[in-house]
């Protein structure tokens, strides 16, 4: 036991400089792939945004033309619909 307590600094000693590489090593990959999903994740919310704003851009125009239908007293409301 005693032998194994001389030598224990000295395993510390070397192989704590290559954990610490094995660890920043992982670290940085790991944060590389974490930017990358955070990347990923943007560029698809910001599609699906862009998809919805066209969306409710359509709305919009669709409520207008059923509002001028619906508070226009000149016309008909069966003949406006039935135009659309």
Request: without cysteine; positive net charge; proline residues 2%.
């Amino acid at each position: 036991m005693g032998a194994f307590l001389e030598i224990f600094p000295i395993i510390l000693a070397v192989s704590s400089p290559v954990l610490i590489i094995v660890f920043v090593v992982h670290y940085f990959r790991y944060r590389s792939e974490v930017a990358q999903r955070i990347r990923t994740t943007a560029r698809d919310a910001e599609a699906e945004n862009e998809e919805l704003r066209r969306q409710i851009k359509g709305l919009r125009e669709r409520v207008e033309v059923l509002e001028a239908i619906v508070t226009d007293k000149r016309y008909d409301l069966g003949s406006r619909i039935a135009n659309l």
